[in-house]
């Protein structure tokens, strides 16, 4: 069992909806990451929330954006989604983004399908 | 240059064998290195880390780490059909951490 839980598993959403994914850590870590994930290629990291403070990989679009209404918590909000957004989406929490020895634990996924 | 670089494989062995895989860096500031296992469609999930030079051991799994030659490898004793996945090195760097693109591992029964 996981304690960085992930829901929806799965979503299909059409080009037009708006969608979220939601993430919840229950470990008690102060960072918490949203990766994408292509077949056959590794994690590519999206956003990292931490102390508070969001960090955002200036490539990924403005149809992502993420929430953290607490320190446990961190949704993605999907909207006006392309088909080459489809992917394994993947949360993960970290003890702390300052200590060099806090490795990640990510949760289930959400495999998302864009039609 | 891509600051993790792996094998992508496949890497097979034989049921019993000893795997070997292998990962190499190019920022010398790296102080984290991490090994993780990924089935086809599931998440990665730790089974290593390992932060000083040496070997670290952890049942049939072994971490070896050279910093002088940015190398970090991990060798699985005994291999199982259930070990068969893509395992990808991760790298810690400046505020970041950096992953490999995964070997994958087929263990032939």
């Known amino acids: 069992d996981t304690e960085v839980t992930q829901t929806p598993k799965h979503l299909v959403m059409g080009m037009t909806n708006k969608k979220s994914l939601k993430c919840e850590q229950h470990?008690?870590?102060?960072?918490m990451y949203w990766y994408k994930q292509k077949a056959k290629k590794p994690p590519e990291l999206m956003f990292v929330y931490s102390y508070e403070k969001l960090s955002i990989n200036e490539s990924v679009p403005s149809r992502f954006s993420p929430e953290c209404p607490n320190s446990s918590l961190l949704n993605l909000h999907l909207h006006a989604l392309q088909p080459e957004d489809s992917a394994l989406y993947l949360c993960?929490?970290?003890?702390?983004?300052?200590?060099?020895?806090?490795?990640?634990?990510f949760g289930n996924g959400t495999r998302l399908t864009v039609t | 240059q891509k600051e993790v670089e792996q094998n992508s494989g496949p890497l097979s062995v034989p049921e019993g064998a000893i795997a070997s895989l292998n990962c190499t860096y190019s920022d010398r500031g790296s102080q984290s290195f991490f090994w993780y296992r990924q089935y086809s469609g599931k998440s990665p999930e730790l089974i290593m880390s390992?932060?000083?030079?040496g070997d670290k051991e952890d049942g049939r799994f072994t971490a070896q780490l050279n910093k002088a030659s940015q190398y970090v490898s991990l060798l699985i004793r005994d291999s199982q059909p259930s070990d068969s996945a893509t395992y990808l090195c991760?790298?810690?760097?400046?505020?970041?951490?950096?992953f490999g693109t995964g070997t994958r591992l087929t263990v032939i029964p």
């Open positions: 470990m008690g870590h102060r960072a």
């Open positions: 991760a790298v810690t760097g400046a505020n970041n951490l950096f």
């Open positions: 390992i932060y000083s030079n």
């Open positions: 993960a929490s970290s003890q702390d983004l300052r200590s060099y020895n806090s490795p990640l634990h």
